[in-house]
């Protein structure tokens, strides 16, 4: 059942819906290449692009290449790196555009992942996954995360301050981003996709602390007059921040698709 809240955002034109990727549309898998949409999903987002006035973003921390790859959904808006990298519609009909304040941390991001490469071939089930500027160690496979964390923390701290660069932990992995000061953020790039396509009404669906910041800035758009709204899709491992700060709160991807299609009915 929508709430009355839910109710008024949907009437609004144009109206934005939002999604991350891994843990909201797609459930977590082993590794990144196992991970797929959940059954149905890409047909819901088909359903939701065609519908009068609504665009539908993906603002994921993959590239837009590998995100993109994955959703296969032509129509939307892919914005990938967690902002850093915009397409508007499947990379293979729309040029990549890369916040360019980004790209003179690509060469320091690549020395952190070498690094990694170089020294942790003893941990067993590693697996770095390169991104334009920097990119994600993931220990999901390894025996013993906990200790697979430590050692990639211990090795990465101090080079990544040298290099001016950002350890972000996320779901089993570690992630080499760009600096705070290049001021791109799924907040930012939500606020963003807000404005390029003039929206008065937005619904943001996201499960981990990168999407904290798009959830906070839902709140930001609605005391701004923009008629806006969370998601946080709660599994065993979701940040409490997360489900404490987002309006509505679903179970797993699933309950994502149920609310989805209860949304495509109601427009
Ligand atoms: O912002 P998202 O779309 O949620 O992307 C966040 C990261 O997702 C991917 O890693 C996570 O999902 C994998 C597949 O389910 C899983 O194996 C891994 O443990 C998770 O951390 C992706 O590989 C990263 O690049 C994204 O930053």
């Not at 930012?188 to 999407?211: H, N, P, S, W």
């Amino acid at each position: 059942m929508l709430t009355p809240d839910l109710q008024r955002i949907l009437q609004q034109r144009p109206l934005g819906l939002v999604f991350d990727i891994d843990g909201t549309i797609s459930p977590i898998a082993p590794t990144p290449e196992e991970a797929r949409l959940y059954p149905g999903m890409a047909e819901l987002l088909q359903r939701a692009r065609d519908c009068q006035g609504v665009k539908v973003g993906i603002i994921t921390g993959r590239t837009v290449q590998s995100g993109a790859a994955m959703v296969n959904v032509e129509g939307l808006t892919y914005i990938g790196t967690h902002g850093l990298e915009w397409s508007d519609g499947l990379p293979s009909s729309s040029q990549i555009q890369l916040v360019p304040e980004a790209l003179r941390y690509a060469e320091p991001g690549k020395q952190l992942l070498d690094l990694v490469e170089q020294k942790l071939t003893d941990i067993p089930g590693l697996r770095i996954e390169r991104k334009q500027v920097g990119g994600a160690i993931h220990f999901r496979l390894s025996p013993d995360p906990q200790e697979a964390l430590q050692r990639v923390s211990q090795l990465l701290t101090e080079p990544a301050r040298q290099l001016n660069m950002r350890l972000e932990e996320g779901k089993m992995m570690v992630e080499v981003r760009a600096p705070r000061e290049v001021a791109i953020d799924k907040g930012k790039a939500l606020r963003r996709f807000v404005q390029r396509k003039d929206l008065q009404g937005v619904i943001f669906a996201g499960d981990d602390l990168t999407d904290l910041d798009a959830i906070k800035e839902v709140a930001s758009l609605r005391k701004e007059g923009i008629a806006a709204c969370s998601i946080a899709v709660k599994h065993a491992d979701t940040p409490s921040n997360v489900l404490k700060q987002a309006d509505i709160t679903v179970e797993e991807v699933a309950g994502l698709a149920a609310l989805l299609r209860e949304i495509l009915a109601a427009l």
